[in-house]
């Protein structure tokens, strides 16, 4: 009857209002969507954008940096530190080295024989009130003493001129004697006798291998303290 | 043999700490490896210096060669003695190559001149130090073998190292003995004495470790730098005083060991200041008194006192001019004048 067509009627009725809000609520929802995907794609165009404004940015500073002729100050230092060390470098090479401290002049005197670098010896000097030894660390075998009195105030080249001389002749003939020792130790008989300055040799020594022979006794005396080779050697017999 | 030979060669061997006797024998040479291998090391040292006697009865043995067995046993236990350093001074400017053997004859020579009862004995080692033994009699007494001197002397230095106990008249022989030995004219001694033997040469010689300013990179020594346990949670409130601390002593003492020393003694002569209303002292004389600093390791512990808070930085340099002046008994006198500040005399 009439009440199954009136149920009819409402339930169609509630159907069609709730499709009516489904479609509502998506399309909500669509709209939603449709905003978001407009912000993200702002978004990339922007972070694009930025990404093409720093490639060329950095191109352009390459372009700048590649012009040796007019080089930053940086660089200026860095080549002058460069150069100041190898010119250091160099007078340690030479032997004679020095720097100025507070305390007046520290001198370095580095030694060698035959292409080894050997002791290094070192001198401070005071030059007020005048010129004169502090501190050393020369051997007492070295006569430094006199070499002070004849030339420190007098010829101040020369002073450290003999200086190294004499150094270097002792060191070179210390490191001659430790060779010897070392690499003719079945030649050399007992021991081998020598003075501080390694001036005075005397040893006694056999050829090995040969048994005919019988031991020689060598006496090497350097008369110049400068040099490291003898100048007198006495081989005798007995 | 002679009985004063073997009573002497038998308390050599009783000083001796028992397990370096056959070392120390071996070294003398003067017994064969046979003589050595019938020995006991084991027992009694009593014994043991007993069948060394017979031994040396077997080899007639006579003083000369026990002077060579005490050389060497005060050569190894070098410390035990006082040792005390003397400067030679030279007139002539000719610079000589030592003669090992001119050296011992004209000192032998110029000894015996004087004074016939001497025992002499030279012996010589490898780092260029030659070791004499004197053993001091007078005209009519034989030289008493057992309060010898002992003198080291490095050939072509103007040091002396002089361990003596002889009587005080026998000192200006042993110099005279010495200068004409090895061609010096003069001979003074130093202000500087200790025990050990070693660090008394390093000081003269040089070979103790100073800072000198070099432009030239030395190895930095990485052993200098502390290894803190890095605890976060402390923090270092002082740190640039500790810096400032160890670079000053570095510069002072420098990188290396110091040599031992075993005090540093000074005497003042100086004028007693006080506030003049407390006159304490009516009259106007110097206050003499005597300082003395000791220690097992003087220097070392110089070194150390900033670190560790006892002392300001830097050090007097009453103290660490020690090495440097090479001497530790001072003499501070009050320098007269205007300006009444004290000074050290040479």
Known sequence: ?238 | MDETVAEYIRRTVLKIPRDEIKMMLQKWGFLSEAQLQTLNFHQVKDNISQEVVQLCEENSADIKQAAVLDIIYNHIYQNKRMWRVYQMKKSGEELEYFDLTDFKKKFKGRLRSTLKNVTITFREYEDNAIWIRVAWGTLYRKPNQYKPSYVVYHSQTPYVFISASMLKSNLPLLCQALIVASNYHDIREMELRSHSLNSLKDIVFKRYSQNFQTYHPKPLQEGNVEPENEDLRIVQENRSEKERIQRLNREVFGDGPQPKLEFAQYRLETMFKSDPKMDVLDKKEPFRCLVKFSSPHLLESLKSLPAAGMADAPLSPLLTCIPQQARNYFKIREKKGLFPESFVSP
């Not at chain 1, 000097?125 to 006199?146: D, K």
């Not at chain 1, 006694?204 to 400068?226: E, H, K, Q, V, W």
Request: hydrophobic share 35%; aromatic share 8%; proline share 5%.
């Open chain 1, 1 to 238: 009857g009439v009440f199954a067509h009136l149920e009819m009627l409402e339930a169609r009725d509630r159907r069609e209002a709730v499709e009516q809000e489904e479609k509502e609520q998506r399309e909500e929802k669509l709209a939603f969507l449709k905003s978001r995907l407009r912000e993200l794609r702002l978004q990339r165009d922007q972070l694009r954008e930025k990404l093409d404004r720093l490639e060329k940015g950095k191109v352009g500073k390459e372009g700048m940096a590649l012009d040796p002729a007019h080089p930053g100050p940086r660089e200026v230092l860095e080549w002058k530190i460069r150069s100041l060390r190898s010119l250091l470098q160099v007078f340690h090479l030479t032997g004679i080295s020095g720097k100025r401290s507070r305390r007046g002049l520290c001198l370095s005197l580095g030694t060698a024989f035959e292409g080894s670098y050997l002791d290094s010896f070192h001198l401070e000097l005071p030059v007020r009130p005048e010129l004169r030894i502090r501190r050393h660390s020369i051997p007492a075998f070295i006569p430094l003493e006199q070499l002070s009195r004849e030339f420190l105030h007098s010829d101040f080249r020369s002073f450290l001129g003999r200086l190294c001389q004499h150094l270097n002749g002792f060191v070179g003939r210390r490191l001659q004697v430790e060779l010897l020792q070392e690499h003719f130790s079945d030649w050399i008989q007992g021991t081998l006798h020598r003075n501080s300055l390694c001036n005075l040799l005397t040893f006694t020594y056999n050829i090995p291998g040969n048994s005919r022979s019988f031991p020689f006794r060598a006496r090497l005396l350097y008369r110049d303290p400068c040099r490291s080779l003898p100048t007198e050697v006495t081989v005798s017999c007995s």
